[in-house]
């Protein structure tokens, strides 16, 4: 049973535009959720989380939603750049869970110039 | 300051023969993860630890395992390599239970 999921394995969007990258979840547990970027060849780094407490955190281009009735987050980047080019993985975590976090299977963005 | 660094990046094994990963950090955190990833896959945890001296079973542990003497440095042992081990592995150092964590480069496993 997969509690974090990212449905869609790809998204290709427009320099400009904006990309909106989904996550659902399954556990009512999690109370920390967080995103991170992936270039080929390299380890993933940490780009933006929220807490459970919220419903949208914003670090510059890159804004998550968390909406808790629906179990759903997103990831939106505004304006996207070629840069962006990325696998992105949604992570959750509890609090009562050691610290672990849960990763989804990962989005492939790409964004044409 | 390097973060979270892993030795070695590349690696072949025969089936049936042993290894051990090296993960270290210089941020001084307290949490340690070993994870595999295998493609079109998200990161699957094998084992943590939440302190110097401490180890526990991640999501698929069997195969491995772990040691954590020092706080800095957190080991991944295979003690009998098989093929289904051919994977990247990735360490990852957290300050904090359930925030963000830093993850090294990763190292490439081949097991022939």
Redo the contacts between chains.
């Keep these: 049973d997969q509690q974090?999921k990212q449905n869609s394995?790809s998204l290709s969007v427009q320099e400009g535009r904006i990309s909106i990258l989904n996550c659902d979840y399954t556990n009512s547990m999690f109370?920390?959720f967080?995103w991170?970027k992936k270039y080929p060849?390299?380890?993933?780094?940490?780009l933006i989380?929220i807490s459970s407490i919220k419903d949208k955190n914003e670090d510059g281009r890159f804004t998550v939603f968390l909406n808790k009735s629906a179990k759903h987050l997103s990831l939106h980047i505004v304006p996207s750049q070629p840069g962006d080019s990325a696998v992105y993985?949604c992570a959750a975590?509890?609090?009562t869970?050691?610290?672990?976090?849960t990763?989804?299977?990962?989005t492939t963005l790409t964004v044409k110039p | 300051n390097a973060g979270v660094t892993q030795t070695p990046k590349f690696r072949v094994l025969k089936t049936g023969q042993s290894m051990t990963l090296l993960c270290a950090q210089d941020m001084n955190h307290e949490y340690m993860y070993w994870y595999r990833q295998d493609p079109g896959m998200g990161l699957r945890l094998i084992h943590y630890s939440v302190g110097e001296g401490t180890t526990a079973k991640g999501e698929v542990p069997d195969g491995y395992n772990v040691s954590r003497l020092k706080k800095q440095n957190f080991l991944l042992g295979l003690e009998s390599a098989a093929p289904s081990q051919t994977s990247v592995y990735f360490c990852a150092s957290s300050y904090g239970q359930g925030r963000e964590q830093y993850f090294g480069p990763g190292t490439r496993l081949t097991v022939t």
């Design positions: 974090v394995p109370d920390y967080l991170y060849a390299e380890g993933p780094t940490f989380s993985f975590s509890a609090h869970n050691a610290g672990k976090s990763f989804g299977d990962g």
